[in-house]
């Protein structure tokens, strides 16, 4: 299901130019109505369910139907972000609660390394990807 903004808990990100959600969606589909000053959809059946809107909401104003393989028919997901990590909140029919914590990151913000550290080959044309055997922990890749 796509995502849907909760009117009554949206603030349009407190009248700015540009909403959360409105600048992270990868689709662009989030948009402002400017005379409601509320955030919504614009064409949902393009919504890929990437959760990035519901993520960075900062009034939990966003909702996804949550899929069926995590949150139960009926149930409710709800994420809160913090700066190292996001909760995860599913709200069964029955009204207990299943909260779940998962890290959003392992290293500082940009000290990422590229291709994980590891050196890299140009052959294109050899049997192994651009950071193996070092990547495998191995000295050489076994070939036919």
Known sequence: MPSYVLVDKCDGCKALDKTAC?????NDLMVLDKAKMKAYNREP???WECYNCVKICPTQAVEVR???DFVPLGA?????RSTDSILW???FRNGS???????IRTTQEGKAEPNGGFATHDDLNGPTLSTEPAALGLDKVATL
């Open 76 to 80: 409710t997901v709800t994420p809160m």
């Open 22 to 26: 409105q600048h992270i969606c990868p």
């Open 97 to 103: 609660l299943k909260r779940f914590k998962f890290p």
């Open 45 to 47: 059946e393009m919504c």
């Open 66 to 68: 949550g899929y069926a």
């Open 89 to 91: 909140t599913v709200k």
